[in-house]
């Protein structure tokens, strides 16, 4: 039993944001863990082809760019999958944006952008790609979807990012709405809230060694995220260790939530 528990054997997989940071450390667990084929998707199509191929040293990883921020895009990266698979297992919305700006100075153009990529896409992502997902799903064997929420729509300091916040917020109550929702389909849907992670979007802090050193103390484990971090809760929600769990927001954040 405890051997096939974290298995991704025969499972098909799709990751957005998946060129680098948790996306690409995701993607790269599915594969080690035996997926048999990962889609990653990215808006810059370079980055997301060389990702595709440097994940492919752990087995089959294809990209398909495109901007699932768009109803172009959406539309397109949706059409593709239908043309190459006639099931999907896994769909990781991942891909996210930030803006940050005090109170009183957010302009709303911000405030759009961070809700239609991170609320809005992947609600009809999601809903397009439904049918996909529940075609070889059954009670024995669930598909599966994982919204990357945030530490950030849990605890009440926002540190000037209000539209991320509100955003990751809202992707957890998502997860819920739709768990309900999907439940009798025998598809699962779970949030992963990431604390601190080395990522694109936190470079600003990592790369000023006072300000990070600073930010260390607040986390009780006094450490950021690690790719197997991400990469292993990721997995157990994925495969058959998960089975049993949907519509639940787990914090992966060292900590953080505890004293915040």
């Known amino acids: 039993m405890i051997e096939n528990l974290f298995s991704m054997q025969d499972k098909v997989c799709l990751v957005t944001g998946g060129s680098r940071g948790l996306g690409a450390f995701m993607a790269q667990g ?4 035996g997926a048999k084929r990962v889609y990653i998707t990215a808006r810059k199509a370079e980055p997301c082809i060389e990702a595709a191929k440097e994940l492919s040293q752990f087995g ?33 919305n991942n891909a996210g944006t930030a803006w940050a700006a005090p109170f009183g100075q957010v302009p ?40 990357i929420g945030s ?3 849990i605890v009440g300091n926002g540190l000037d990012t209000f539209s991320y916040a509100a955003s990751k917020s809202a ?9 309900t929702e999907l439940a009798p389909s025998h598809v699962r849907v779970n949030a992963i809230a990431p604390g601190r992670f080395y990522s694109k979007m936190t470079e600003f802090l990592s790369q000023d060694q006072a300000a990070f050193e600073e930010e260390l ?8 995220g690690e790719p197997s971090d991400i990469a292993g809760v990721a997995l157990m929600l994925a495969s058959q260790a998960g089975a049993f769990i949907t519509g639940q927001v787990i914090p992966v954040d060292g900590g953080t939530t505890l004293v915040n």
């Open 60 to 92: 089959e990883c294809i990209a398909l760019p495109g901007d699932v921020s768009t109803a172009e895009g959406l539309t397109q990266l949706v059409t593709e999958l239908n043309q190459r698979e006639s099931y999907l297992d896994v769909l990781v």
């Open 217 to 224: 103390q607040t986390i009780p484990m006094r450490r950021w």
């Open 151 to 153: 530490v950030a729509g």
């Open 30 to 33: 599915f594969l080690e863990a």
């Open 171 to 179: 992707i957890h109550q998502l997860t819920r709405i739709t768990a």
């Open 108 to 147: 709303e153009v911000g405030w759009d952008k961070v809700m239609d990529v991170n609320v809005k896409s992947p609600f009809f992502l999601t809903q397009a790609l439904a049918p996909l997902l529940k075609a070889r799903a059954s009670a024995e064997q669930t598909s599966v979807i994982i919204n």
